[in-house]
């Protein structure tokens, strides 16, 4: 694509995940002018307001950044490359796969048929083949999981590049709301991508309307107070019901009026009426939102449903089958940990062949193939927990529920040891899985919520009343956590 273009399709890539590209070679392929650095991430509640920050620079070590955007074509592309210059690797293009059978006996080879009229007969197949994986199907392996009440729509954005006053377009913004989390990524200068997640009913309204009023509403989603952004996801969906057409202008004198009432200021970043375009020293809270959007990316408006799914096993019976990425798990996007999962797994995967074929094993069999699917499977599963429990926390508006999260969220915003431990969970600090795969990122979060439930402990003995209930709230929001942190 142009250089100024971008598609709607990116990933976050850890530390560790960016390390291992580089470590087997695949990294040297990728271009660098068409990835950004994330040196900070601003995260807050949708209701209350509650935010946490976090920075690259508390990071103890020497690192950066704490991930980079890159387009998935960018990322294919390089990998593609980097196969093409293996002599070893023969790479088929243009044909599809028909059938997979198994050769005669319970525990035969896999024959693979494709439709050039090729079989091959193979001593290991990896499904690398997505969530609704043939090879799995093939398998016999079952998965369990539900899909969400939530697709997300995704695409890029342009907006006025950063003034001198302000630090580099290396800031994600993301805010949670009820109806799911927004996300504004960046990918250089003037553009960043979006995935917002949300109702279904709402993702077909957006996808619909005019771009000019898609950029109107995502301006207002990142700044609006809640009841002002359901009021306008209300008006959307009944101008869509009723057939009468909302004109942009509507939308934003609704919005100015709202912001009126809300007492936003028009010199605040807050305020829609702030020109996106405008020179000078920005307003003292514009570190805390995303610059204001002037355009969409002609055709990257796209939409796909979210789901959770785990692989109940990632090798088939009789060995010979391993599920590795989608094909083993799917995960909602809300953390950005769907791909990075899927490149541990193949860096454990192909340290298990490895070490098979140097102990004079069959790379094939079940035996050889176990120590796979111990490292990945409960550290997968430990993710999805998580990120599936951070979705739910977020869907509620139960005021209990709300003013318990809000408060912890502030609490550990305060205590830079859990913010540590929660980016090098995230695998922001780099060092990738132990040797025996596991990740040893998510014993230090654990551990770090664990302290997180003794600062609970001694609010409880601060003193009595509402001081004693926010202790009692955060020891329980705290044990939460870290049993997420254990599973």
Known sequence: MDANTFSN????????????????????YVEQRRTCPIEEMQV????????????????????????????????????????????????????????????????????????????????????????NSPVR?????????????THAVVATLSHAPRTPFQPPNTTAYQRFLPTGPIAFLP??????????????ALVAALKSVDPSMLVTFINAVFRLPEVSIRYLHDLLLSSVASRKALTVDEVREEILWRERSHNISATSAYSSALSAGEVGIPPED????????????????????????????YIGDGGRIVLVGDAAHTVHPLAGQGLN?????????????????????????????????????????KILSAVDKLHKLYSTTFPPVVWARSV?????????????????????????????????????????????????DTAKVVGSGLVNVVGIGLQRLGNALS????R
């Open 44 to 131: 807050w509640d949708g209701i209350s307001g509650a935010r946490i920050n976090f920075s690259a620079a508390d990071l103890p070590l020497q690192t950066t950044e704490m991930s980079r955007m890159t387009e998935n074509l960018n990322l294919q592309r390089g990998l593609l490359k980097h196969l093409s210059r293996i002599p070893e690797v023969q790479l088929l293009d243009n044909v599809r796969v028909t059938a997979i059978e198994k050769e005669g006996e319970a525990n035969g080879w896999p024959l693979v048929r494709l439709s050039n009229g090729q079989t091959f007969r193979t001593r290991l197949l990896v499904g690398a083949d997505g969530p």
């Open 341 to 381: 999962a899927g490149l541990a797994d193949v860096q454990v995967l192909a340290r298990t062949i490895e070490t098979a074929l140097l102990q004079g094993g069959d790379i094939g069999s079940r035996t050889a193939l176990l120590p796979y699917t111990r490292a990945r499977w409960f550290e997968n599963h």
């Open 9 to 28: 399709r990116v990933s976050s890539l850890t530390n560790d995940s960016c390390q291992f590209l580089k470590d087997i070679g695949a990294w040297n």
């Open 408 to 456: 912890g969220l502030e609490v550990i915003n305060e205590l830079d040891t859990i913010k540590v431990a929660l980016m090098i969970t995230a695998g922001g600090g780099g060092g990738g899985p132990r040797a025996d795969g596991s990740g040893w990122r998510w014993d230090v979060a654990a551990k770090g919520l664990e302290n997180f439930n003794s600062t609970a």
């Open 187 to 200: 990918l250089s200068p003037t553009e960043s991508s979006m995935v917002w997640s949300t109702k279904t």
């Open 286 to 313: 514009s570190e805390f939102l995303p610059p204001l959007i002037t355009s969409i990316q002609p055709g990257t408006v796209a939409s796909f449903p979210l789901r959770y799914s785990h692989a109940d096993a």
């Open 483 to 486: 049993q997420v942190g254990r």
């Open 137 to 149: 199907t093939f398998a016999g392996i079952t998965t369990h999981g539900w899909a969400y009440d």
